[in-house]
């Protein structure tokens, strides 16, 4: 870390949170159930914050972390039971749908106990707190990390005076971030090398691979490969409900798709789930990489043998897409959290709070999450890690060309996982690309049908 930050001693906020308690002695008898999604904040909320609040309180809170596939589907059944099991879930914007109708407004809460809405910007109040097309005029979550995937490669390799001329040599242009997908296939099968070779004067133990994303299917792949669907300048449907996935440059995508990962992904890419493949980063396994920013400490935290060897860059443009983007975008995504509506929402939300707005900071230092627009400008957050010198306005940028998930409540259903199946399904052979595509198509307009959104 760049500075040294000093930290809040527990005395002193076991006196502030005394009060809290005094204030409201409900909250001694209260427990609180998380439905929580892996990432870099779960050892933080379990080591840290959890323990806390509990000793500050009185409250005790209990945090299930789930894989995500299994995390909606957890949070969908319970809401349908009518089950007041869950007072917390983590808040991805495309399973919202899923169990709307449990999830607790947030307006009247916000308004009771003060809650800075306008720390987020109405991009991201747009993206993650809110669904008007199901809970019209209401704010259903709290942004935790929105956010949306860059490029991160091995900066020290490409600035190789051997690496450099090497690529030179065998592709005519300079090593350097790619600026079309093309480019990004390139620079990945450059850098991959079977175990025994060099990189960067260094005899290689295990292979090195060039690229990669977590891709086990359904969700895995359709998180990685709706990065190409949304560079090729497609949406999924249009405001009329008509399928864009049809066009034929859908295909194009996906034949790049499957030699990108034939030839340069790990292997055991198809099995990790989200941002596991950061670990081959951090190993010197992995040149380059899809980076989720929530992911970014694996790389670059303390300790990380690649910290300060990292850089990076937005995603690459796929020339010709339907919408002339500069550059390439994927969704946004991350999440939030959002109350579910049990008789703890009240004490819930106290909580959220605490730890969203009180700990805003720290809990940023420990987990290198952004929504709130003081944890921007903190100078103890951006002075934290010199990596953020170069990190932060590559973020911040490619967030500018996120694309929101549509609003409607089956997301999931017509494009998440029918995108990671039919990207899955090309790539194993599974059926002709031709046959997967027109596949997609039929499942998205059959259950516009069957909602009543289209004739």
Do not use: C
Not at 280 to 288: K, N, P, S, V
């Amino acid at each position: 870390m760049r500075s040294t930050r000093s930290r809040r001693s527990w005395w002193l906020a076991l006196v502030a949170a005394s009060a809290l308690a005094l204030a409201s002695g409900a909250l001694a008898q209260t427990t609180l159930r998380i439905a929580e999604h892996p990432g870099p904040h779960v050892g933080p909320m379990e080591e840290y914050f959890i323990p806390m609040y509990e000793e500050m309180t009185g409250v005790n809170i209990v945090m299930e972390v789930l894989p995500p596939d299994q995390l909606w589907q957890r949070m969908q059944l319970e809401a349908q039971a009518g089950s007041d099991y869950y007072d917390i879930g983590y808040h991805s914007p495309g399973w919202f749908g899923y169990y709307y109708e449990k999830v607790a407004g947030l307006d009247d809460l916000i308004e009771e106990f003060g809650f800075g809405l306008d720390q987020y910007s109405q991009a991201v109040i747009d993206s993650h707190m809110t669904n008007p097309a199901l809970r019209p005029g209401e704010i259903i979550a709290i942004a935790r990390n929105p956010q949306t995937p860059i490029y991160a490669y091995r900066l020290d390799w490409f600035e190789h005076e051997g690496e450099r001329a090497a690529f030179q040599e065998e592709y005519g242009r300079e090593l350097a971030p790619p600026t079309t997908w093309e480019e990004l296939y390139d620079i990945a099968a450059f850098f991959t090398r079977p175990a025994g070779e060099t990189v960067a004067g260094e005899t290689l133990a295990s292979p090195l691979y060039g690229y990669s994303a977590s891709i086990k299917p359904p969700g895995g792949m359709a998180r990685a490969f709706l990065a190409i669907v949304y560079s090729l300048g497609l949406d999924g449907w249009t405001e009329d409900f008509e399928s864009d996935l049809r066009d034929p440059i859908l295909l194009e995508g996906a034949a790049y798709w499957s030699r990108l990962i034939e030839d340069t992904f790990p292997p055991q890419a198809q099995t990790w789930d989200f941002l596991e493949h950061l670990s081959f980063m951090r190993e010197g396994r992995l040149a380059t990489a899809e980076l989720w920013p929530e992911g970014v400490l694996t790389i670059e935290g303390d300790g990380a043998p690649t910290a300060g060897k990292i850089g990076y860059s937005l995603l690459p443009q796929w020339p010709g897409n339907r919408k002339d983007l500069p550059v390439g975008r994927s969704f946004i995504g991350g999440g939030g959290v959002l109350v579910f509506d049990t008789p703890n929402k009240a004490e819930a939300f106290q909580f959220l709070q605490w730890l969203l707005e009180e700990q805003a900071a720290e809990f940023n230092l420990r987990t290198a999450m952004f929504a709130r627009a003081d944890q921007f400008e903190d100078p103890d957050i951006v002075g934290a890690y010199e990596f953020y010198d170069d990190f932060l306005p590559v973020f911040e940028e490619q967030m500018s060309y996120g694309f929101p998930r549509q609003p409607i409540a089956e997301w999931g259903a017509v494009m998440y996982t029918p995108v990671g199946e039919f990207a899955s399904d090309v790539l194993f052979e599974i059926m002709t690309p031709e046959r997967a595509q027109q596949r997609l198509v039929d499942n998205m307009e059959r259950i516009f049908v069957e909602s009543g959104y289209i004739d």
